[in-house]
């Protein structure tokens, strides 16, 4: 969504990840990313992993915008 919006590279600036509930080798999981903050040089998104319904890991990215 934020490289539709704006032309230019993205550098991860901060990411925190964290682990609810292991997950076994071979399950599918399901992953929603959810924008928080876009502003005209940084974001913030929340990325969500469930596993069979059950929420197993939630991240916290924050993310810069370079010009080229």
């Not at 974001?43 to 992993?49: A, F, R």
């Amino acid at each position: 969504v934020f490289k539709e919006m704006k032309r230019g590279d993205l550098v991860v600036e901060n990411l925190m990840i964290y682990f609810l509930k292991p997950v076994q080798i071979d399950n599918l999981i399901e992953v929603y990313p959810k924008f928080l903050d876009i502003g005209r040089k940084f974001g913030k998104m929340e990325i969500e992993v469930y596993n069979e319904g059950v929420l197993s890991g939630k991240a916290m990215l924050m993310f810069q915008y370079i010009d080229r």
